[in-house]
């Protein structure tokens, strides 16, 4: 599928693109070469081939989950305005 150079300035206009007339030419050409390689990767036969979730099927090493700071809430809230259960108290801001 090849685009025209009306369709290629329809597209620019929907896309809110300022293309000249100079510039028109060669959006084309590359707007094509983007649908020639659409085109080239869906005639790969991919029968038969599992989907990947990631290319490298690696698998990540993971750090134990270990707490590794003291908890300063209590300090933290000690010069909080207003606090209550754990939480911070803020002036309604939403009527």
């Known amino acids: 599928m090849a685009l025209e150079r009306s369709e290629v300035e329809k597209i620019a206009h929907l ?5 000249n007339d100079s510039e028109i030419p060669q959006t ?3 707007l094509n070469n983007i649908l020639g390689l659409i085109d080239h990767m869906q005639s790969v036969d991919t029968n038969g081939i599992e989907p990947l979730a990631h290319p490298l099927e690696a698998t990540q090493r993971l750090r134990a989950d270990e707490v590794t700071e003291t908890n ?4 933290y809230q000690a010069i909080a305005p207003a606090v209550e259960s754990g939480l911070y108290l803020v002036p309604k801001v939403i009527e």
């Open 15 to 19: 896309a809110r693109l300022g293309l």
């Open 28 to 30: 084309t050409e590359t």
């Open 72 to 75: 300063h809430r209590d300090d």
